[in-house]
């Protein structure tokens, strides 16, 4: 197949990690696999591909990544069925907004053999560590970062791209309280919003640890102009069920295209569920749950699949959701995504990946 074409330099692991772990009490992102994928970029190509035993770098305190950021990731989840096959969830998506956020901070691409290909022999040797308990799941961390020995603002020479793995659990397991954010931003158009690189989460702590101290959980971003439009949520991209229609914010250049929120989408009108992808004004959703019209409203993205609300504050009020019940939008949604991710029902998209 055109995705193992490259030859990966295999270094096994002498001595395997994962008796140490505890497999019904995972955290998520504390755990790492036996194996990592490391490459390395130079003289315009990606000529080193090794897969080694998961392990600390070397690298000079000059590289350019921790001075200016030019860093970027993405993150994908791994599954295994009942007969024990490993599946990737829609890993093409992921390939290539990589390369898209890739593009946008002046990096070089990762062919398919490096990233598909790589990912895929780094799964094969690390499956074992596909967990197969409730909710439970392989976190995947593709990442890239700059790599010269330079201080001076310039796109770098060489860089890395690694790929580790995490056993993962559940992510948040309890309905969460956001407040719509009014005072600062996550991204602006034009922007590097669109992209999956390392600043954007560093901006975003600030504002959430203040939201945190006053009770809330987590933000729903507006638009960086006026603060009348909806974005995204934490890391999230978010979605409202108003009077039975799924809304949800149209990308842009500072919003995510999350291959989540896409899934959703495509599951919804396979449900014949109308979907709006418009602008979404921040009044419109106030409105609708002053009147009761508010059904559901949730974050969407990969780790946490979906991530329900319980209430939403805007300018000092907190307005309460209804409670869900397995009748609701979000938990049904969540439910087929996950059973399909699992080999559990039929894949009819065509969106699962064997390794
Ligand atoms: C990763 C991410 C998402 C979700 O994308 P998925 O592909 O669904 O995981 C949404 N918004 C932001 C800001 C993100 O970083």
Redesign the pocket.
């Known amino acids: 197949m055109a995705t193992d074409t490259i030859q990966f330099e295999i270094q096994k692991t002498t001595q395997s990690r994962i008796a140490e772990v505890d497999f019904s009490n995972l955290v998520f992102g504390r755990s790492f696999s036996d194996h990592m994928l490391v490459s390395f970029y130079e003289d315009g190509q990606w000529g080193s591909n090794k897969i080694v035993p998961y392990g600390n770098l070397s690298l000079s305190p000059a590289i350019a990544s921790l001075h200016y950021g030019q860093t970027i990731f ?3 989840k791994a599954y295994k069925n009942s007969d024990g096959e490993v599946l990737l969830f829609r890993p093409f ?2 390939w290539k ?1 990589f390369n898209l956020s890739a593009k946008r901070m002046c990096m070089p691409e990762v062919p398919e053999e490096v990233f598909i290909g790589g990912l895929r022999e780094l799964l094969r040797l690390d499956s074992a560590w596909v967990p197969t308990g409730e909710g439970q799941s392989l976190y995947i961390r593709p990442y890239m970062f700059a790599a010269d020995e330079y201080i001076g603002v310039k796109p770098s020479d060489t860089y890395y791209f690694i790929i580790f793995t995490c056993p993962v659990g559940n992510y948040y397991s309890k309905p969460v309280k956001v407040r719509v954010e009014t005072e600062y931003i ?2 602006a158009e034009g922007g590097v ?1 669109a992209a ?1 690189c390392g600043g ?2 560093g901006g975003s702590l600030y504002p959430a640890k203040l939201a945190q101290l006053d009770g809330y959980d987590q933000l729903i971003w507006t638009d960086a102009k006026e603060h009348r439009f909806v974005e ?1 949520s ?4 978010v979605m409202f069920m108003i009077d039975g229609k799924l809304v949800t914010p149209a990308v842009s250049s500072s ?9 959703i989408i495509a599951v919804a009108e396979y449900w014949k569920i109308p979907v709006e992808q418009r602008k979404v004004t921040v009044d419109e959703v106030i409105t609708a749950a002053k009147q009761g019209r508010l059904e559901a409203a949730f974050g ?4 946490a699949v979906v991530s329900p609300f319980s209430h939403i504050a805007h300018e000092g009020v907190d307005y309460e959701l209804p409670e869900l019940t397995p009748e609701s939008f979000p938990v049904r949604v969540k439910e087929f995504l996950n059973d399909l991710r699992t080999g559990k029902t039929e894949d009819i998209f065509g969106w699962t990946l064997k390794v």
């Open positions: 993405e993150g994908m998506d992921n907004r996550r991204a919003g999956k954007n989460y995204e934490g890391t999230m991209n919003i995510l295209d999350g291959v989540t929120r896409k899934s969407a993205g990969t780790a």
